[in-house]
């Protein structure tokens, strides 16, 4: 602690309103807390105000996902450290990039510069990288008060934004899912934490697991919901007594079934990508003119070579136009049949220079598709 300086009560803010109680939302199982959050979620977004969802791991934050996508609720899920897309390689976003650059030193307003991305070729309606550049560049029309400003100011600002949204993901018009830890610097006006946190071996490594709860719970500005599952007793939520806490018993609820509930999500980043596929082989140059037409969101398919455990990711027409790396193609390899759907993510701009083993014949530039599996575990 800092002695110089010391801890103050501020008596001023007994003259402020009382919060809301904090409710302890008592479910049967972590389906039956997916259901209660759906219906929970569905009273609040009508509101407008940000909304969170916080758990130990990423993984109990998928039968979240799956009520709200069965609810028509948009969510966006927070990158885990150090892993994830990187913005500035995104098809949309570089060509945003280059727009700007072709002004040189014309000066431009933000509503100009919307106009001039949204007629842009690789600029596509439904688009979620294109809707996010518009809503960035909408912020940047704000904030300048549409007033004509340099490129180099543009840039800056695009650049910023970008930088926010890796870290922090999307807190506008969806639901935000995260771990506790993720979130840390984040506030939402009503935020819930999952009940999957069980009692440690000892008292270090439970005092660990602590401190995360409590920053979950002051991420909440004016609600905070805390649950407990009937098979998992949550060691944090049984030390909150007094007349602020609110304990709910929640019975049975409609929704989602328990098929819908246990589907999983997973986003594969580079890693698990073969970045040099598509200037690999004979057939590169048509693999690249396929790749050009990949809208993100689009349906593709994922097929095992014949001959070897490679794994490739095929468009609709059953053209290759992407491959796993060989620890993805192995890992996906086993849990194919358990797939349900799989589709783009995003598609990224990778250079010659990024690749060791590049020859002289690949071209300075190429795309490469991330993409979204859905499956059952």
């Known amino acids: 602690m800092k002695t110089e300086h010391p801890i103050q009560i501020n008596h001023t803010r007994k003259m402020e309103p009382h919060g809301k109680l904090i409710c ?10 997916a ?5 929970e979620i569905t009273n609040l977004v009508s509101t407008g105000e940000s909304i969170a969802v916080l758990s130990r791991t990423n993984k109990e934050l998928n039968p979240i996902r799956a009520a709200l996508e069965f609810g028509g609720i948009p969510s966006s899920v927070a990158a885990e450290k150090n892993k994830g897309i990187p913005f500035h390689r995104l098809r949309e976003f570089l060509a945003l990039i280059n727009q700007i650059k072709e002004l040189k030193q014309k000066a431009i307003t933000a509503e100009e510069l919307r106009v001039l991305f ?40 695009l650049y910023e934004s970008i930088q926010e949204y890796q870290h922090n993901g999307s807190q506008e018009n969806s639901i935000y899912l995260s771990t506790v830890y993720a979130a840390k610097g984040l506030e939402f006006d009503h935020v819930f934490i999952l009940g999957n946190w069980t009692h440690q071996q000892n008292r270090e490594k439970q005092e660990e697991e602590r401190r ?48 819908t509930l246990r ?21 590169a140059t048509l693999i690249r003119s396929d790749i050009s037409k990949l809208q993100p969101g689009e349906i593709v398919s994922l097929t095992k070579a014949k001959t070897s455990d490679r794994i490739f990711i095929n468009n609709t027409e059953g053209n290759r136009v992407g491959a796993l790396s060989m620890d993805a193609s192995l890992k996906w390899g086993e849990r194919i049949e358990m797939i349900q759907s799989v589709k783009i993510h995003a598609i990224i701009s990778w250079r010659k220079e990024f690749s060791e083993i590049a020859t002289e014949e ?8 991330l993409i979204e599996i859905t499956w059952i575990e």
């Open 24 to 33: 302890i939302a008592h479910c049967s199982d972590a389906l039956h807390q």
């Open 35 to 39: 259901r209660h959050v759906l219906k």
């Open 212 to 259: 995360p709860y409590y920053v979950g719970m002051t991420r909440a500005r004016k609600t905070l919901t805390l649950y407990e599952l009937a098979n998992i007793q949550n060691p944090h939520t049984s030390e909150l007594h007094g007349s602020a806490i609110k304990h709910l018993d929640i019975g049975a609820l409609p929704g989602p079934s328990e098929e």
């Open 263 to 283: 589907q999983c999500y997973s986003t594969l980043d580079l890693s698990s990508i073969w970045i040099g596929f598509p200037v690999t082989g004979p057939k």
């Open 118 to 157: 949204n007629q842009g070729k690789n600029n596509h309606h439904g688009n979620v990288w294109s809707t996010l550049l518009d809503t960035i560049l909408a912020q940047w029309k704000d904030e300048t008060h549409n007033n004509a400003t340099t490129p180099v100011e543009a840039l800056d600002f």
């Open 362 to 369: 690949c071209p300075d530039e190429w795309e490469v598709p």
